[in-house]
């Protein structure tokens, strides 16, 4: 009995040391109003008035908003806004969860218009359930600090609460290709460090519905599953991983990945506390006021508290997933790859190893004064016809003939109302660098589809109209405001020219395939497929070229992309069937 409460006494002492080691805290909250002679407010929720908008999810999140607003600018007893927040948030998780899964599968652009409204109001639904909890979470932070049993108890249980928010707003923010915003990303490091501080951040809850996500395989198999309770350190790392490799710009079926793959980790060997030692390799580091997304290259000489984030056991899991894929691999991928389709397996690992580096800037940027326009082309199979192999005589007549293709592949959007909406919607060059290049639009109802991993073919339009596009790859889409969407663009050569392809072992009337040959620098070409045809290392294929045919051996994949394949050529020579 006298060790269980000397036990019991050396717990309670180590926690109130934690507890004076916690920082000041700065939350975004609307000031209370201070006239005490305003008629009194409703808390009492309207449950019946809002079971009226069911199936109208977007008049159900706006008439609570209306609710919640202006009770987050009110003195309210804290049992009173818990309760009144905690049923709010049950209220709504199910319709923000269901707008979520559906826009998961969804890359349309333009946006459409009810996507657009559902997802602003879903956000702004979060931020005020935020706001509440901001305030509840402030109030007891302090009876924490006088070392108050159930302020602690409410500090826990209202960090967990805006982890959650915060880590759905992320998402929910990537849905549009945004990324969260500066004073969450504050809110976020110092939440879960006041977590750490009280012991709970390894502590597991049932988490309210927000981003509930099944992902399934054969046979129904549930392999992972966004329905188990997670800790405060679960949904911190998957925030920091999710800001570390700019997932917003990610398509939609990569947002849960981070998820899936810390599940299948030991998070408690993840996360350690900085000591003010170096980092060492594999090691990343977030402060507890850092607002903004985590840096490999952020300097650790400072004072103020932090953490500790260990990559290696991601770096290990990828590496594990990237070697089952290859041909001789004899592993079985884990279940988080499993949870994606087989044509975005190796595309996410390529992007996700890429990103776990640190980037360094070889290149600089050149920014471009005056606007230059641009003309492209993008998908596959459109971005053929411009880099076709005709002779230049043939090729011009084809720019002649094609003149209305090339003149809506200056412009984002297929139809102009007028000549402002025409300019507006037209895309022009930001900057440029030897490897890549960074391109804007103005988003209208007409954009044209475009997603990550989508070949495209550009041409500046004051370059002389007979030269033929460069081949490029979209790597990153960014919304700013205002509509304006940002392209990154990786460039895939300095010349390419499109070509048809056959397998000769099956005679000249064998299906043919179109393709590109692409000069990857001064020495090597590469044959360009669409992502769909797998050609093995080795095999000879015919490829026409003009009136020329020529046998390829194809060599081993140099990039995969969602939407096309590269692949080394070992050899080329004429030949005359």
């Not at 159900?60 to 209306?66: F, G, N, Q, R």
């Not at 015919?542 to 939407?563: F, S």
Request: with cysteine; hydrophobic share 40%; glycine share 6%.
């Amino acid at each position: 009995m006298k060790k269980s409460l000397t036990s019991l006494f050396n717990k309670d002492q180590a926690l109130k040391a934690s507890i004076d080691k916690i920082p000041p805290i700065t939350l975004a909250t609307p000031t209370y109003h201070k006239d005490k002679s305003r008629k009194k407010i409703i808390t009492d929720l309207p449950r019946e008035h809002w079971q009226g908008y069911a199936g109208h999810p977007f008049e159900l999140l706006s008439s609570v908003i209306a609710f919640l607003a202006p009770l987050n600018r009110e003195v309210l007893a804290p049992a009173k806004r818990l309760e009144m927040t905690h049923g709010i948030r049950k209220l709504v998780c199910h319709t923000i969860n269901n707008n979520y899964i559906k826009y998961l599968s969804e890359e349309e652009f333009p946006v459409p218009e009810t996507r657009r409204r559902l997802l602003s109001a879903s956000i702004q639904m979060l931020e005020q359930i935020a706001v509440s909890y901001k305030h509840l979470f402030r109030d007891a932070l302090k009876q924490a600090r006088e070392y108050s049993t159930s302020g602690i108890n409410l500090t826990r249980e209202c960090s967990f609460c805006l982890l959650e928010n915060i880590v759905t707003l992320q998402r929910l923010h990537a849905l549009s290709n945004r990324q969260l915003p500066r004073h969450f990303w504050g809110e976020l490091n110092q939440v879960f460090m006041v977590s750490s501080h009280l012991h709970d951040a390894s502590t597991l809850y049932e988490i309210t519905g927000f981003l509930k996500l099944s992902r399934k395989r054969d046979a129904d198999l549930i392999i992972y599953s966004g329905d188990q309770p997670k800790s405060a350190r679960h949904l911190f790392l998957g925030a920091q991983f999710f800001g570390l490799c700019d997932a917003f710009a990610w398509p939609p079926q990569y947002l849960h990945m981070f998820d899936a793959y810390t599940s299948l980790m030991r998070i408690d060997q993840l996360i350690t506390e900085y000591q003010g030692d170096n980092l060492e390799d594999g090691q990343l580091i977030v402060f507890s006021d850092q607002n903004r997304s985590p840096s490999l290259l952020l300097n650790s000489k400072r004072t103020v508290p932090a953490v500790i984030i260990d990559l290696i056991p991601v770096h290990k899991l990828i590496t594990s997933d990237l070697n089952a894929l290859q041909p001789q691999g004899n592993s079985l991928i884990s279940p988080a790859l499993g949870t994606l389709v087989e044509t975005d397996r190796l595309p996410f690992l390529q992007l996700a190893r890429k990103r776990l580096h640190p980037q360094i800037r070889m290149e600089n940027r050149l920014p471009v004064g005056d606007k230059c326009y641009l003309r492209l082309f993008h998908g596959f199979r459109d971005c053929h016809h411009p880099l076709s192999s005709l002779s230049e005589e043939r090729y011009t007549q084809y720019m002649k003939k094609n003149m209305l293709s090339h003149m809506l592949a200056e412009n984002s959007a297929g139809i102009g109302e007028d000549e402002a909406s025409i300019d507006a919607g037209r895309w022009y060059l930001m900057d440029e660098s030897p490897g890549g290049l960074r391109i804007r639009t103005r988003e209208t109802r007409f954009t044209s589809n475009i997603f990550m991993g989508q070949m495209v073919a550009f041409q500046k339009l004051q370059d002389d109209d007979n030269s033929k596009p460069m081949l490029g790859y979209i790597c990153r889409i960014q919304r700013q405001e205002d509509n304006d969407l940002d392209l990154a663009i990786t460039k895939l050569s300095t010349y390419g020219e499109g070509v048809f392809l056959r397998d000769p072992a099956l005679g000249m009337d064998a299906p043919v395939i179109i393709g590109y040959l692409a000069h990857e620098d001064t020495k090597r070409w590469m044959l360009i497929v669409h992502a769909k045809f797998k050609i093995s290392k080795g095999k000879t294929l015919l490829m026409e070229r003009g009136n020329r045919y020529q046998k390829v051996i194809v060599g081993n994949p140099v990039i995969t992309q969602r939407e096309f394949i590269c692949y080394h050529l070992q050899a080329a020579a004429d030949t005359k069937d």
